[in-house]
């Protein structure tokens, strides 16, 4: 794994900013969080020294330590004693487990994480009506017949769902929007897996995404959002009551 050189080093050093007299040890370690899921430092690197953190950060080097061991739990480094301290992953491989771990850390509300998976949800199909290629149109067609055929066979038509919306949220473009969803989806997957519970409100689902990807053909984004708000009303108060 590579370490760092003089050169890296400074240049670590110079991404962070001096945090605020008298912090705690969670502001140094959102500091060294922002730092390595920017995308500026490769996976494998070696971090500078704790001696040299603590004074780029201007604070004391058991601040660092702690700030580190946390990151440690989370996976975001690997502290290797008599070796140093490594970056685990790449920014787009740190930044959905940050924010699971962030949500899952704190007092989740299932009622606001349905309210966020259906923000997110609306805003991806409106996105996708502009960007969608035809090789999209055809994967989600696919799973709309899928969930069509499998209206007798919940875990089938489960898993069918769930490939529409990732294959939309992939239409859409925006990484960041993709790992948020995924991280909301799966803290709500325990609901969601057994939301659709009997066959006519499988139907029901079926003809709402059929719409969705209706408008998703016209390329019409304001009919694509709408759609999506619908079914996002009628999936989160069934996953609501389950």
């Known amino acids: 794994?590579?370490?760092?050189?003089?050169?890296?080093?400074?240049?670590i050093a110079s991404a962070l900013a001096a945090v605020p007299a008298g912090s705690p040890v969670s502001e140094v370690a959102r500091r060294l969080l922002d730092?390595?899921?920017?995308?500026?430092?490769?996976?494998?690197?070696?971090?500078?020294?704790e001696r040299h953190l603590a004074a780029t950060l201007e604070v004391g080097r058991s601040a660092v330590r702690e700030a580190l061991a946390a990151l440690e739990i989370?996976?975001?480094v690997d502290v290797r004693p008599g070796s140093g301290t490594y970056l685990r992953g790449t920014?787009?491989?740190?930044?959905?487990?940050?924010?699971r771990w962030g949500l899952l850390i704190g007092e989740?509300?299932?009622?606001?994480?349905?309210?966020?998976?259906?923000?997110l949800e609306i805003f991806v199909a409106r996105l996708a009506a502009g960007r969608v290629d035809e090789s999209s149109l055809a994967g989600m067609r696919?799973?709309?017949?899928?969930?069509?055929?499998?209206?007798?066979?919940?875990?089938?038509?489960?898993?069918?769902?769930?490939?529409?919306h990732l294959a939309l949220a992939a239409a859409a473009g925006n990484g960041v929007l993709v790992d948020q969803l995924d991280v909301v989806r799966s803290l709500l997957r325990v609901y969601a897996d057994r939301a659709v519970h009997d066959a006519d409100a499988a139907r029901v689902a079926v003809q709402e995404h059929a719409t969705i990807l209706?408008?998703?053909?016209?390329?019409?984004?304001?009919?694509?959002?709408s759609?999506?708000?619908?079914?996002?009303?009628t999936a989160s108060a069934r996953l609501a009551d389950a």
């Open 214 to 225: 209706a408008a998703l053909e016209r390329a019409d984004a304001d009919a694509a959002a």
């Open 227 to 233: 759609a999506m708000a619908l079914h996002m009303a």
């Open 142 to 164: 696919a799973t709309v017949d899928r969930m069509r055929a499998s209206v007798d066979d919940l875990r089938a038509f489960a898993a069918a769902d769930r490939d529409f």
């Open 108 to 119: 989740r509300n299932t009622a606001e994480l349905l309210e966020l998976r259906s923000g």
């Open 35 to 49: 730092l390595f899921t920017s995308g500026s430092i490769a996976a494998g690197t070696r971090l500078p020294p």
């Open 74 to 76: 989370l996976g975001i």
């Open 1 to 11: 794994m590579p370490a760092y050189s003089d050169d890296r080093s400074a240049a």
């Open 91 to 99: 920014a787009s491989e740190l930044l959905p487990q940050t924010l």
